[in-house]
Each structure stands twice: as C-alpha cells, then as structure tokens.
Nanobody, 127 residues
Framework: QVQLEESGGGLVQAGGSLRLSCAAS????????MGWFRQAPGKVREFVAG????????YYADSVSGRFTISGDNAKNSVYLEMDSLKPEDTAVYYC????????????????????WGQGTQVTVSS
C-alpha cells in the first residue's frame, strides 16, 4: 500500500513562511506528477500547486502564484511546498497527492487526477 505523509505545517504570522514536505512510503510505485491541495473549514478542497516530473513542469492556482513554490524529487516520490508571504486566507489543511498517470495539467489541477493522498497537515496563518 502506498502512503504519503506530510510534515512542516504549523502556526505562522501573516507575511511569514513555511515549508511543507511530503514523502511516499510503502509499496514502490512510479508517479507521473505530485501536487498539493488544501481545504479550509467549510470549504471544498482546492488545488494549490502541482509538478509533472516530465519536463519538471510546475503549475499553480492563481491565489498562490508568485508566493508558493513547488519542488520535488521524482526518484523519492517526494514533493515540497515553499510558502512565502502567507496570508490568513491560506489557513487550511494541506494535502499532498500523487498521480500515476500522465494526465494533462488541467486534469491534474483537480482531485480526480490523483490516485494517492496524504492525511494532511494544518497550516494556520494569524493576522
């Protein structure tokens, strides 16, 4: 069984930074892409950022573009999210996800594009 585990969440003041990490364990698998999603209380889960290993293509939600940076290690099925200039509206549980198939960037910007999910890590940004 494949397991994804996030770490690095916490409490930070507005304008601060956090770095999230996600590592895969368990059954060996090859992913074509990994991504980050988030879910705030009372809201639906939303796409944050993704990375396709082929060509190291990265893509972001408009709300975080220019503030967040995704990176990763294909060989380790690991992905990171550097979050700068954090805002209170970034408060959410952040989930990492992995996709086995080479879907389009558009499809990988939706939850349906991913096969495996972590349990989430809380990020709280105080004003």
């Amino acid at each position: 069984q494949v397991q994804l585990e996030e770490s690095g969440g916490g409490l930070v003041q507005a304008g601060g930074s956090l770095r999230l990490s996600c590592a895969a364990s368990g059954r060996t698998f090859s992913s074509s892409a990994m991504g980050w999603f988030r879910q705030a209380p009372g809201k639906v889960r939303e796409f944050v950022a993704g990375i396709k290993w082929s060509g190291a293509n990265t893509y972001y939600a408009d709300s975080v573009s220019g503030r967040f940076t995704i990176s990763g290690d294909n060989a380790k099925n690991s992905v990171y999210l550097e979050m700068d200039s954090l805002k209170p509206e970034d408060t959410a549980v952040y989930y990492c996800a992995a996709s086995r198939w080479p879907y389009s960037t558009g499809y990988l910007s939706t939850s349906n594009g991913y096969s495996y999910w972590g349990q989430g890590t809380q990020v709280t940004v105080s004003s």
